[in-house]
């Protein structure tokens, strides 16, 4: 058998939880399979480590936003095959598994978009003989948009942190953070359904406190938005690497996550892992993925995520939450999320 990964993803985005869980699968299974082959897209976008390739690699030759919507061209040999992103083999292989992350194209995109997107990723869930899920919600979504799909060959398996990017010590912390007020931290993507409207409304809410923000450059309009609302009391970090976003963590009051919608939100596990208490919405994969470690918001509105905030920054709530994140970070595990997708391989 040879174990075929396609690794489309690394070519789409430069961050992002679906790169970041791919690449811990390729570098599992490339060290602990002997007949594992990549498929590489023909730029590589992605900005994380990746292993040693394997000894077969095949690269794509036309530009990444088109064969995402190819067919993935298959080493020779190649009969069990896994794709990071919905595409299917040109091909047909003796065991086919797909990975479905959330539903959030059918929830926000509209037109041809969603068309492209959503006939690809029903084309790979009915030709799958096993559907990884990365959440129950996730699961639930699926089988709620494809009824017809035999539920049996829908599983879930969670992701996962890593304890030696994400943990909660602080001794190498002094200096990269010196100096910084109070903050609540935002990590990620903004637009939308993301909801960083709320988290500013929250930190608005809260006037000893600012907002630190992770993710990509800030726009004029939302400088301008920050600026009316909380006038100097934001910190711009911009991207980060994981050693970095541990650090900021690590220091921060609070993390926030707002989001309407996820389908796993591993970035709640990131800051728990830190010791860094979460307060995040009471929707969607956050109850799943935080349990009773994390402070959930009922209501998506400033006022109940600054009434979070003050609750969560007395001391004897924010060491109980701290206390339970580290409980519900050890629930999750990459060894047993790896291994068990290797088990659908085989």
């Known amino acids: 058998m040879t174990l075929v990964l396609d690794n489309i993803i690394f070519g789409l985005q430069r961050f992002g939880g679906i790169s970041t869980y791919w690449s811990r699968l390729v570098d599992h299974a490339t060290r602990r399979r002997p007949d594992t082959a990549w498929v590489m897209p023909r730029t590589l976008t992605f900005a994380g480590a990746l292993p040693t390739p394997p000894a077969t690699v095949r690269h794509q030759l036309l530009p990444d936003r088109l064969t995402r919507y190819l067919s993935c061209p298959l080493p020779a040999g190649g009969t ?6 919905y595409r299917l083999p040109a091909r047909r292989v003796r065991r086919l598994v797909t990975t479905v992350h959330d539903f959030t194209y059918e929830r926000y ?12 990723k029903r084309r790979s869930i009915a030709a799958a003989d096993i559907v990884i899920c990365v959440s129950q919600s996730t699961r639930d979504d699926l089988l709620g948009q494809f009824p017809a799909i035999d539920p049996s060959k829908v599983i879930v398996i969670p992701l996962a942190v890593d304890p030696e990017m994400f943990d909660p010590r602080n001794g190498d912390d002094t200096a990269p953070t010196a100096g910084l007020p ?35 450059p800030l726009s004029p309009d ?20 994981n050693a970095r976003l541990g650090q900021l963590y690590r220091a921060a009051e609070l993390y926030m996550f707002p989001s309407d ?3 796993f939100g591993l970035p709640i596990l990131e800051a728990m892992a830190c010791g860094c208490p ?4 009471d929707r969607s994969s956050f109850p799943e993925v935080a349990g009773d470690a994390a402070l959930l918001v009922g209501e ?17 709530r924010r060491a109980a939450l701290v206390a339970a994140g580290q409980r519900q970070v050890a629930r999750f595990s990459w060894e047993r999320t790896l291994a068990a997708t290797l088990a659908c391989y085989d």
């Open 222 to 241: 939302e400088r301008q938005s920050l600026t009316q609302q909380l006038g100097t009391r934001w910190i711009e970090f911009g991207p980060v690497d």
């Open 80 to 85: 069990v095959f896994h794709s990071s992103y």
């Open 182 to 216: 109070p903050y609540a931290l935002y990590v990620g993507q903004r637009g939308g359904y993301k909801r960083f409207d709320l988290a500013i409304a929250a930190v608005a809410r809260s006037t000893d406190l600012a907002l630190g923000i992770v993710g990509p």
């Open 109 to 120: 995109r509209r037109g041809l978009p969603l068309m492209i997107h959503h006939r690809e």
């Open 300 to 316: 998506q509105n400033g006022d109940a995520y600054a009434a979070a905030i003050a609750a969560v920054r007395s001391t004897d």
């Open 278 to 281: 979460v307060v995040a919405a």
């Open 261 to 263: 919608y996820e389908g």
